[in-house]
């Protein structure tokens, strides 16, 4: 599945940078603001390997909800979620956030590789949106890192 890539360098190590990746419960704090996310644990007490969560946003201007499962936890080097997304009058589609960290001169560099199973024609149609929202979230990951809050 080809999918997207998108990397940023973080001044931070990659252990800090994962502990950001790993409290999911965060992620609405760094996400793109446009979003409007909340999230909720719904299996486990804490970060890790068998944590749920579910969501709620807006998506290109509807609301939307997610059932996410962690797919990889390989502190402080890789870190995946799958999101099952529901949003109305659409088809259920889920999208694979997965995230690798690089340590680079006292730093972190991340990439991160999206895939879905929706039409794969709409990655490249809507490119431009799609990178926009993904960096915009991944320069807040920086920021949040960076300042160690």
Do not use: C
């Not at 529901?86 to 972190?108: I, R």
């Not at 991160?112 to 809507?126: D, E, L, M, R, W």
């Amino acid at each position: 599945m080809a999918g997207l890539k998108f990397k940023i360098r973080i001044d931070a190590p990659p252990e800090r940078v994962f502990s950001y990746l790993e409290d999911v419960t965060t992620h609405p704090s760094w996400s793109n603001p446009k979003a409007n996310m909340t999230m909720e644990q719904t299996v486990g007490t804490g970060p890790g390997a068998d944590a749920k969560y579910r969501s709620s946003g807006v998506f290109v201007g509807k609301p939307v909800s997610a059932e996410i499962t962690v797919t990889a936890y390989d502190p402080p080097r890789r870190f995946a979620i799958r999101s099952d997304q529901q949003q109305e009058g659409k088809k259920d589609v889920w999208y694979l956030n997965d995230y690798t960290l690089s340590p680079a001169n006292g730093g972190t560099i991340v990439t991160k590789h999206v895939t879905s199973n929706g039409n794969p024609a709409i990655f490249y149609i809507a490119y431009p949106a799609v990178r926009a929202d993904a960096m915009t979230s991944l320069r807040n990951l920086k920021r949040v890192a960076e300042s160690g809050s």
